[in-house]
C-alpha cells in the first residue's frame, strides 16, 4: 500500500492500519523523515495472512502523541499487486 503523507512534524508519528471484516486490526508505523514536504510511504502487507487482507473493510489512522500540535496530510492511497512473471523453456 502506498500513499502521500505531509506532515509539520517528524518522528514516528503515524500508524496505517488495515481492518478486516472478521475483526483484526493489522498496524504499521511510520517514522517521518521529511519535514513540511510530501514523501510516498510503502506499507509492505505481504506478512498478513490473505483471509485477513482479503476482506479489509476499513483503513484506519492513527496519530501517535496526539497531545502535540501538529498538521498530517493523507492524499492518494493505493494498493497494487506486482506482475507476475513467468518463464517458459524451449
Not at 473493510?57 to 492513527?62: C, E, M
Request: overall charge negative; hydrophobic content about 40%; proline content about 2%.
Amino acid at each position: 500500500i502506498k500513499y502521500g503523507l505531509y506532515s509539520s512534524r517528524t518522528g514516528a508519528t503515524i500508524k496505517i492500519g488495515i481492518h478486516d471484516s472478521g475483526g483484526t486490526t493489522t498496524q504499521f508505523s511510520h517514522n517521518v523523515t521529511v519535514l513540511n514536504s510530501w514523501a510516498t510511504p510503502t506499507v509492505d502487507i505481504s506478512a498478513v495472512a490473505n483471509a485477513n487482507k482479503d476482506v479489509i473493510d476499513s483503513i484506519v489512522v492513527t496519530i501517535i502523541d496526539a497531545a502535540e500540535n501538529h498538521t498530517f496530510y493523507l492524499d492518494d492511497m493505493f494498493a497494487w499487486q506486482p506482475a507476475q512473471c513467468v518463464f517458459i523453456s524451449d
